[in-house]
């Protein structure tokens, strides 16, 4: 079984439009199994209009919790977080401020912490979970407790299970929730013998990203000719270099500028990297996507035939390296 990854240096330059088409012809040629690692903005289910048959919770991160029967008030955990994280309770009415005196500074005070009601808690918004003030109080008064961050789901589509997650607001994205579904995905594949898992990579070239280009075969960069375009594929380059994953490039919507689809022509030659399909601008796109289609599923037209030409490009390339 082979692993597809396909990533892009930023957002918003086709990357799951490029997914979804690959996901119809793969699936055409041996059974598939797919995986939307973008878990912050997963939409690879727009266009495939999955069905949802598993959904599990997923616990990412710890958040501190103070027990108001045990806390003496000691203000310890105040003091020892640096996310200002630990709410203090009220001070009780102070008389109004004496004039400052000579050598003092109006309106300079030390450092507060934040002053919430009553008694001492913490914001779980503001908690990092570094567990500092776990450590230091002095009367065991604060447990550390894992937190519901997102769920992640097994579903099946017309081309083949597809397993995804949403990451709630405000957590953080470790590449921990990546992991599992890639983990969940590559299980299921090896089980049905599936010929390729397909990933849906997250933008960018953070923890996600490293998380879904572990363990590729072949990486597929979807770049478009903006002024950013050189630099978010040399971006999204160096992570896959990183892990030694060998690299195709696709540009989407090479016609909208072609000099800036020349100037990353050229920077792909330089280093010997293949471009693989160049997509050109067509309204077909959206079309499709307001349809639930994969374009190649929606159209022969000049942006299937390309999409076509970048899946026989990558299954070359994949038989010459395995
Ligand atoms: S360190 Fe413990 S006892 Fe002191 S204020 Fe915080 S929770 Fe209360
Ligand atoms: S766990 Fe860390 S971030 Fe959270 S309240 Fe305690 S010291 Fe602050």
Redesign the pocket.
Known sequence: MRQLVILSGKGGTGKTTVTAALAHLASQEFPIVLADADVDAANLELVLSPTKLEEHDFYGGQVAI??PE?????????E?CRFEA?M?PSPSPQPPPSPPRAGEREGVTPQAARVGEGV?HVDPIACEGCAS?FY???????RMEEQLAGRWFRSDTRFGPLFHAHLFAAQENSGKLVTLVKQQARLLALDIGAGLLLVDGPPGIGCPVISASAGADLALLVTEPTVSGVHDLERALSTVNHFGVPALVCINKYDVNPDRSREIAAFCAERGIEVAGKIPFDTVVTEAMVQGLPVTAFSNGAVSRELRRVWARLRATDREIE
């Open positions: 103070i027990d045990k806390c003496i008030a000691c203000g310890i955990c105040a020892v630990v203090t001492y003030c230091q109080c002095p009367v065991e008064a604060i």
